[in-house]
């Protein structure tokens, strides 16, 4: 167990819908990243949160937006689904920011859009 | 661009034989790696990692080498169990966000 939790840990959407996914990071943990895990593929980094406030992005499409909560829990919302969007979604949280603080990821959040 | 990736997608082992599983990486300037687990339906578990000061690092079982000279990451596992079976990943982390950079995964298949 990472005490990384993430919900709902599977769902199904269509096209065109809006989807949110929610994690609640470690105790302790103040930053919060999110990764697209396609099937076969190694995960892809979307976003980190730091403090409330988005601290690094990967190459994805302003569809995909975040929040960081005073608690440190973070959502996830990607608007427009497309097919592709069809991944495992996977949330890490970290004590801090820097390299070598070790990253836990949560048991991810699969999402099919039909 | 950055890329870390892998030399062999499947590695298929007697049960109690070591594990050898590789990665290279094209960053020079990443100065963390680090080892996970993934079994099917989970989410990336974490083994071991290594700073690129050090070219070795043990755990339980499990042995990280980093060569910095070739770009080159492995994990070695030690008497392998069937429990070991899972994808392997090896990912790169560096600058100031806690961004890694994932390669595409090894299958370590364990024959009983």
Known sequence: ?114 | GESVGLHLPTLSVQEGDNSIINCAYSNSASDYFIWYKQESGKGPQFIIDIRSNMDKRQGQRVTVLLNKTVKHLSLQIAATQPGDSAVYFCAENGGATNKLIFGTGTLLAVQP
């Open chain 1, 1 to 114: 167990e990472t005490g990384v939790t993430q919900s709902p840990t599977h769902l199904i959407k269509t096209r065109g819908q809006q989807v949110t996914l929610r994690c609640s990071s470690q105790s302790g943990h103040n930053t919060v990243s999110w990764y697209q895990q396609a099937l076969g593929q190694g995960p892809q980094f979307i976003f980190q949160y730091y403090r409330e406030e988005e601290n690094g992005r990967g190459n994805f499409p302003p569809r995909f937006s975040g929040l960081q909560f005073p608690n440190y829990s973070s959502e996830l919302n990607v608007n427009a689904l497309e097919l592709d969007d069809s991944a495992l979604y996977l949330c890490a949280s970290g004590p801090s920011l820097g390299v070598g603080n070790t990253i836990y990821f949560g048991e991810g959040s699969w999402l099919t859009v039909v």
